[in-house]
């Protein structure tokens, strides 16, 4: 069983960034693949950026524009994902993804076998 806490997430005007954090727990987290959804009120969950279990290789949906970097660190268990230049439409609901299947990861949430409880994002226009 793995653990997923995510912090981070808050109130910030467009244009903004913020960094969100996520810990892990319960199981080798370089052994886990890690992802970053999103889902605003209405809408289906989004892949926003996903990492490999070594940190080597990432990847990033079409939303984040070049204006996200998903980073780890596997001494600490924690993933990251620094937004920049925030616009209204990253709004939304931020969740934190592990998958233990995946060497590399992927946008799939299906791939993804444990989530946290995610942490709100608001972008003030």
């Known amino acids: 069983q793995v653990h997923l806490v995510e912090s981070g997430g808050g109130l910030v005007p467009s244009g903004g960034s913020l960094r969100l954090s996520c810990a892990a727990s319960?199981?080798?987290?370089?052994?886990?693949?890690m992802g970053w959804f999103r889902q605003a009120p209405g809408e289906e969950r989004d892949f926003v950026a996903g990492?490999?279990?070594?940190?080597?290789?990432?990847f990033y949906g079409g939303s984040t524009g070049g204006r996200f970097t998903i980073s780890r660190d596997n001494a600490k268990n924690t993933v990251w994902l620094q937004m920049n230049s925030l616009k209204p439409e990253d709004m939304a609901a931020y969740f934190c993804?592990?998958?233990?299947?995946?060497?590399?990861?992927?946008?799939?949430?299906?791939?993804?076998?444990?989530w946290g409880r995610g942490t709100q994002v608001t972008v003030s226009s």
């Open positions: 993804a592990a998958s233990p299947t995946t060497q590399n990861g992927n946008s799939y949430a299906a791939d993804y076998e444990y």
């Open positions: 990492i490999s279990r070594s940190g080597g290789t990432s």
């Open positions: 319960g199981r080798t987290f370089s052994s886990l693949a």
